[in-house]
């Protein structure tokens, strides 16, 4: 099972990025997938999680609105959409794979792991 994030990098504050998460074929597509960060000192936390047909989404309060969460179950591709990014979102991002079909904040639903790609926000 292998899940593969890129798309992180340097954007100046208020700039946008987009993450992408690769998942394998041997993944069941039928699991919910979130995605989650972690900044340096910080626990990780969750940031937004899709069902697997995608068709519900959730966020955490300090992304909602300017994060969107989708996935490509076709290309098995999980993305984030990040807008209006801030110094508060600096973080390694990670997606994930979930237990069951339906998304969820909690983190020990989640199963597999991405290796996790770096969100650096200069101001």
């Known amino acids: 099972v292998q899940l593969q994030a890129s798309g992180g990098g340097v954007v100046q504050s208020g700039g946008s990025l987009t993450l992408s998460c690769v998942v394998s074929r041997r993944t069941s597509s039928n699991n919910g997938m979130g995605w989650f960060r972690q900044a340096p000192g910080k626990e990780r936390e969750f940031v937004a999680a899709?069902?697997?047909?995608?068709?519900?989404?959730i966020y955490a309060d300090s992304v909602k609105g300017r994060f969107t969460i989708s996935r490509d179950r076709a290309q098995n591709i999980l993305y984030l959409q990040m807008n209006n990014l801030g110094p508060e979102d600096a973080a390694v991002y990670y997606c994930a794979s979930a237990r069951q079909a339906w998304a969820t904040r909690d983190l020990t639903m989640y199963n597999y792991w991405g290796q996790g790609t770096l969100v650096t926000v200069s101001s």
């Open positions: 899709v069902s697997w047909r995608g068709s519900d989404a």
